[in-house]
């Protein structure tokens, strides 16, 4: 909790509760120094608010936000060394750039010349030099968002926030700005705390993302860590574009996986404890997981079906087929021509398969 430890943000045992309502529970979480963290989680998760708290713009239910080892609880925001960007990106209209940049310096009192080297600073960073004497009303969606940005940059504080900054703008622009805060990040070197609902974006930009669910973190954990090994089923379905296929039916001892007409070795399969659980289960495979024609046959797991709907994406093609009843989907090049009806044979690794329990959905 202290700067000698590295631990730039410490939320500790953090319940926030709106009236009746409670949105965070007992949340725990530790941000290193410099560190990218992505909050990542579906509508109405809690991760606004999340960020809010560490913000101070709301006032928690119970629990303690150290940030630089210093307890910041009952902090105002100004006073906690934090920098913040909305979605939106609320510039004040009737101001240029640069006096959008400097107007919370101004009223801080920072000296002309400070603000004046803060702000070549951050311009120049963020590539906006030419606009600094133009008004809102004349830039663009993403030269207003690094406009945006700048403001939290030249106010030189240990820790960004930002909430879904790049939401509003279309694909392109923020794949443009995904990869523009990634280096900044770099150079800089801050702790970040990014809150988004694109998965992408949580790929790319993250040393850690947390995946929220209703008001609790599921998993914190290294993108590809989240990507291979979910340590449940709401994890393992919320990331993946095409989404991991499901399929249900039962473990028995052997390891064997068994659902109609099917039965996946499991021997290679790495559980997560020691004990060899039986019983109601999901087998999780990912598309691109699954091996097609003579690369399936050589699988640990291979079965034979038929071409159900073939989607094509441009960089490659995701083929349907059925496997024990269930769809299943599978990405091949898009050079291969398959087509409805088409014989097919896929396979698969059960060492890149994931397990959950029927139940709870925990992994197995
Ligand atoms: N001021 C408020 N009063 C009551 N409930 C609120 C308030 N603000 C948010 N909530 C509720 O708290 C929950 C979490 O909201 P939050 O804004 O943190 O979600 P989010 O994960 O940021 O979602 P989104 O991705 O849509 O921005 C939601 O169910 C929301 O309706
Ligand atoms: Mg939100």
Request: aromatic share 6%.
């Amino acid at each position: 909790m202290t700067e000698a430890n590295g631990t730039s943000v410490s939320i500790q045992d953090l319940s926030l509760n709106f009236g009746a309502v409670s949105v965070l529970q007992t949340l725990n979480l530790d941000v290193a120094e410099g560190e990218f963290i992505v909050l990542l989680g579906p509508s109405g998760c809690g991760k606004s608010t999340l960020l809010n708290c560490i913000a101070g713009l709301l006032d928690i239910s119970e629990g303690r936000i150290f940030i630089k080892g210093k307890n910041v609880t009952w902090e105002e925001p100004k006073d906690r060394g934090i920098g913040m960007v909305f979605q939106s990106y609320a510039l004040y209209p009737q101001m240029t750039v640069e006096k959008n940049l400097s107007f919370g310096l101004r009223v801080a009192g920072v000296a002309r010349d400070e603000i004046a080297k803060r702000i070549a600073r951050a311009a120049e960073i963020l590539q906006i030099e030419p606009l600094l004497q133009r008004k809102p009303a004349a830039l663009s969606g993403g030269q207003r968002q690094r406009v945006a940005i700048g403001r939290a940059l030249v106010r030189d504080v240990d820790v960004f926030l930002f909430d879904e900054p790049l939401s509003n703008l279309d694909a392109k622009l923020r794949a443009e700005l995904r990869v523009e805060i990634k280096l900044l990040h770099r150079k800089l070197q801050n702790t970040m705390i990014y809150v988004t609902h694109d998965q992408i974006e949580a790929m790319t930009l993250a040393d850690r993302i947390a995946v929220m669910r209703g008001g609790i973190i599921q998993q914190l954990d290294a993108p590809q860590t989240i990507y291979n090994r979910p340590v449940n089923r709401f994890v393992a379905g919320f990331l993946g574009s095409p989404a991991m296929n499901f399929l249900d039916g039962q473990v028995e001892a052997g390891p064997v996986f068994k659902t109609d007409g099917v039965s996946v070795p499991l021997d290679r399969y790495v559980f997560d404890g020691t004990e060899r659980p039986t019983g109601a289960c999901v087998l999780g495979i990912r598309p691109e997981h699954i091996a097609f024609g003579d690369a399936a046959k050589s699988m640990p797991f291979s079965a034979s079906g038929s071409v159900e709907i073939v989607e094509p994406m441009g960089s490659d093609t995701l083929v349907w087929t059925k496997l024990g009843g269930r769809n299943l989907s599978f990405r091949v090049e898009a050079e291969r021509t398959l087509r409805p009806g088409d014989p097919v044979q896929i396979g698969f690794d059960p060492v890149r398969a994931s397990l959950f329990d029927a139940a709870t959905g925990n992994r197995l």
